[in-house]
């Protein structure tokens, strides 16, 4: 038994320094710089044991995702919790400026995760319950829908924020405004 469970450390931490690198090669550079081969050299192993981890390279920036939406999700929850709705738009518009290449993965990237569906991993409910949370005080008899709509504004101020579309000056104002108009306050 000893022996099997150091091989499976071995393979955990294997694939963690896989992630770990995907990602910091896709925040430095871009995911269009984050190829197997590349990968396979920046890790010091083959194309086959990136292979034996994940079937491809969409496979590697899903788990990329998952892992940052789980970072997103706490962050909402620990903002929510500290200044309700205003923080957590914040926190939410501040995750996707911190990891662009991140809530890129999450987002942007064509996936295979299923979102909004019963079959969607749980961190992507959980990313979605912490917003209806946040939500849910101010929205009546369907916060699941408010919830998507105010969702789909932070989503559309990160992405024109990253790509330097919108005065970046304004960034709080932004969310400010956008809290204050769902809420009433």
Known sequence: MPT?????RARAERRDLILRTARELAESEGWEAVTTRRL????????????GHFKNMNAIAD???LEG??????AMRSAREAGGLRALAQAYLDYAAEHPAVYEAIF???????????ESPSPLKDAFEEIVAGVQP???????T??????????GQATLDHSARLRPTHRKTRADLL?????GS
Do not use: I, N
């Open 138 to 144: 101010f929205a009546g008899d369907d916060p699941e």
């Open 63 to 65: 788990a990329v995702a």
């Open 40 to 51: 396979a050299e920046a890790v010091d192993y083959s194309q086959p044991v990136l292979y």
């Open 4 to 8: 099997q469970s150091r091989r499976e």
């Open 69 to 74: 939406v789980q970072e997103l999700t706490a």
């Open 179 to 183: 809290v204050s108009r769902l809420t």
């Open 146 to 155: 408010l919830t998507e709509v105010f969702w789909s504004a932070l989503h």
């Open 108 to 118: 942007v990237r064509p996936t295979e995760l299923a979102f909004g569906t019963p």
